[in-house]
């Protein structure tokens, strides 16, 4: 069974940075493309970035682009997000999700079978 679990979110002041970690196990790491979602409170929960298996492919919502970084290492099993000039509409619970490689390009949740537990990120303005 594929367990993910997510580290580094915390509280930080606007312009700000933080790193989150995620570790995959239970499963080969490489199989997977990679994710990170966030979901502000009342809000649905949306796309931040994706890696591919492989780490070649990327793709980051707009509202992110220059400012997040997606990272990850397969002889870890571990994927990070590197985020900085953080302000108060980054404020959410982040969350890390696998999908299988090879599957369609997606950015959509709902192709993302596998999910960590989340951590949150608070930017304080």
């Known amino acids: 069974q594929v367990q993910l679990v997510e580290s580094g979110g915390g509280v930080v002041q606007a312009g700000g940075s933080l790193r989150l970690s995620c570790v995959v196990s239970g499963g080969s790491f490489s199989s997977y493309d990679m994710g990170w979602f966030r979901q502000a409170p009342g809000k649905e929960r949306e796309f931040v970035v994706v890696?591919?298996?492989?780490?070649?492919?990327?793709d980051y919502a707009d509202s992110v682009k220059g400012r997040f970084n997606i990272s990850r290492d397969n002889a870890k099993n571990t994927v990070s997000l590197q985020m900085i000039s953080l302000t108060p509409q980054d404020t959410a619970v982040y969350y890390c999700?696998?999908?299988?490689?090879?599957?369609?390009?997606?950015?959509?949740?709902?192709?993302?079978?596998?999910w960590g537990q989340g951590t949150q990120v608070t930017v304080s303005s």
């Open positions: 999700a696998a999908r299988r490689r090879f599957a369609p390009w997606s950015t959509a949740p709902r192709n993302y079978p596998y």
């Open positions: 890696a591919s298996w492989d780490g070649r492919s990327t």
